[in-house]
């Protein structure tokens, strides 16, 4: 953690000084965050002078072992109130331990509220919960954009394309403008050529 919070600081350009603090501080609070927490709990204890506890039938599946034979289990907090039943298993000694359990974590959440053990697990499982939704949805408009500066950028480079094209001359026109200025009367060469000829001939003679 302390790793991913030094590379995090130094992608900002922050000093090591100021990281050092700035951990220390973030230490302090969830350090004292957890203490006071930890303070404001009150230890549940289950006494059994304080319990009140009788068997009855159960009900539902289970055939003639459940619904003929008093192992399920009604446990009273007395000076609270607080009351639990279980048949959850088929033995009646499973059964007195499992109303236990319940009737203690109960007991922690009407004492402590917000601060029992049951409380906190939940809170920590929707920050989990939370934090992977945030990943997702961060992935999720990360990879869109990606896909919206490619389709930009093809679409960039496909207009230049056009415009190049629509700027450079007609090679065709410029052969065409060539032959017109390399064009030579050959009848005309051919004329001069026999003339010349002639005349040469008739000085000799």
């Known amino acids: 953690m302390y790793s991913r919070f030094v590379s995090r600081c130094a992608s900002s350009r922050t000093s090591p000084s100021s990281i ?4 220390t501080l973030l230490s302090d609070i969830r350090h004292s965050s957890s203490t006071a927490i930890l303070a404001e709990r009150r230890d549940v204890e289950l006494k ?3 319990l009140s506890e009788s068997f009855v039938k159960g009900s539902g599946k289970g055939g003639q072992k459940i619904n003929k034979v008093r192992n399920c289990v009604l446990l009273t907090h007395v000076p609270t109130g607080l009351q639990v ?3 959850k298993t088929r033995s009646l000694d499973g059964n007195r331990r499992a109303a236990r359990k319940l009737l203690q974590q109960k007991l922690d959440d009407h004492v402590n ?3 029992s053990k049951r ?3 939940i809170d920590r499982l ?3 919960k939370a934090n992977r939704s945030a990943k997702s949805k961060k992935k999720y408009t990360n990879s869109v954009d990606m896909k919206l500066k490619e389709k930009e950028q093809a679409e960039g480079i496909a207009s230049n394309a056009v415009t190049k094209s629509d700027e450079e001359p007609d090679s065709d026109s410029g052969n065409e403008n060539e032959s017109d200025d390399d064009y030579v009367d050959l009848d005309l060469e051919d004329s001069k050529v026999g003339l010349s000829w002639g005349s040469k001939r008739f000085l000799k003679r």
Do not use: D, T, V
């Open 20 to 23: 050092f603090a700035h951990w």
């Open 48 to 50: 059994e002078s304080e």
């Open 85 to 87: 039943q279980c048949q």
């Open 113 to 115: 509220g917000e601060s």
């Open 119 to 121: 409380s906190l697990k």
């Open 126 to 128: 929707r920050r989990k």
